[in-house]
Nanobody
């Protein structure tokens, strides 16, 4: 069965950095695009980055462009999100998600349990 397990969340100071990881199992990782999304309490889901199955295509919204970098290691079945220049408004629960195919533009069908990021001095 598909499993996505996020880790790496925690407390960071404004301007600091964190690196999230998502360990994937139960499917051929390199065949599927992956994304990171976040959701604050009472708010809608916000996509923060996406990467194609082969890593050649990435997506970032303006809110994180230049600060966040998504990457993947297909040999280790692991997705990463390097978050730099963190802001208090980045404080939310972060999820990794698996797409239904290799493109970041496809629907997503599996989600991890989330990892909390808190940015505060």
């Amino acid at each position: 069965q598909v499993q996505l397990v996020e880790s790496g969340g925690g407390l960071a100071q404004p301007g600091g950095s964190l690196r999230l990881s998502c360990a994937a199992s139960g499917f051929t990782f390199s065949n599927y695009a992956m994304s990171w999304a976040r959701q604050a309490p009472g708010k809608g889901l916000e996509w923060v980055s996406g990467i194609s199955g082969d890593g050649s295509d990435t997506y970032y919204p303006d809110s994180v462009k230049g600060r966040f970098t998504i990457s993947r290691d297909n040999a280790k079945n692991t997705l990463y999100l390097q978050m730099n220049s963190l802001k208090p408004e980045d404080t939310v629960l972060y999820y990794c998600a698996k797409a239904t195919g290799g493109s970041v533009h496809l629907p997503y069908d599996y989600w991890g349990q989330g990892t909390q990021v808190t940015v505060s001095s």
